[in-house]
């Protein structure tokens, strides 16, 4: 079946830090990759996707590369800032109409 | 703001109890899709309407049941309620079936907790 493993938390990183969130994909077919995140009190949020391998999805400085030869969607940002702080979920579409979701990163960024 | 909307925030209930979450997809979304997100299981998807048809089902209980309305809107049904069922629910839309240019949007949630 399908699954998603992204890296465990929290994290957590000083302002202005890189960040690297780790996610990798087992599908069948060619999957639709996603990042979503959810701030605290809030519901899940588009993020960024991409839908074929070597794509890239980039939104408000965050970026991630679409890898098939990895499998592979880490979701990247130069520069985090304090708002950044939330739950991070990388999740795949692989034509069955549903979304699988890895089990999310908690972010915290200090200032 | 997603443009989902879903009543109501919190629910506070007892085991035993049935409950009815609803969920108003974005203006002009067909499908609606449920998902549920607990500390133990993460989010899980649940089930899937289009145009007022059941598409797909995931991991839903038998004790839940859910339908999606002439007017898109959708609701979802806990029956027998246990402690095990308190959760997040979320509820999404998207313009489509599904696919690839398709992209899900969520509500804020509602927050069941069974006592």
């Known amino acids: 079946g399908n699954s998603v493993t992204q890296m465990e938390g929290p994290v957590t990183l000083s302002e202005e830090a890189f960040l690297t969130i780790n996610c990798t994909y087992t599908?069948?077919?060619?999957?639709?990759l996603f990042w979503y995140v959810q701030y605290p009190g809030e519901g899940l949020q588009l993020l960024l996707k991409?839908?074929?391998?070597?794509d890239k999805g980039s939104n408000k400085g965050f970026e991630a590369t679409y890898r098939k030869e990895t499998t592979s969607f880490h979701l990247e940002k130069g520069s985090v800032q304090v708002s950044d702080s939330a739950v991070y979920f990388c999740?795949?579409?692989?034509?069955?109409?549903?979304?699988?979701f890895g089990k999310g990163t908690k972010l915290s960024v200090i200032p | 703001d997603s443009g989902v909307t879903q009543t109501p925030k919190h629910l506070i209930t007892a085991t035993g109890q049935r409950v009815t979450l609803r969920c108003s997809p974005r203006?002009?979304?067909?499908?609606v899709y449920w998902y549920q997100q607990s500390l133990d299981q993460g989010l899980q998807f649940l089930i899937q309407?289009?145009?007022?048809?059941?598409?797909a089902k995931g991991n839903i209980l038998e004790r839940f049941s859910a339908q999606q309305f002439p007017d898109l809107h959708s609701e979802l049904n806990l029956s027998s309620l246990e402690l095990g069922d308190s959760a997040l629910y979320f509820c999404?839309?998207?313009?489509?079936?599904?696919?690839?240019?398709?992209?899900?949007?969520f509500g804020p949630g509602t927050r069941l907790t069974v006592l």
């Open positions: 999404a839309s998207s313009p489509q079936n599904g696919g690839l240019t398709d992209t899900q949007y």
């Open positions: 599908a069948t077919g060619y999957p639709s």
């Open positions: 991409a839908t074929k391998a070597d």
């Open positions: 999740a795949l579409e692989a034509g069955s109409y549903q979304l699988t």
């Open positions: 203006s002009g979304d067909l499908s």
């Open positions: 309407y289009y145009n007022g048809e059941e598409r």
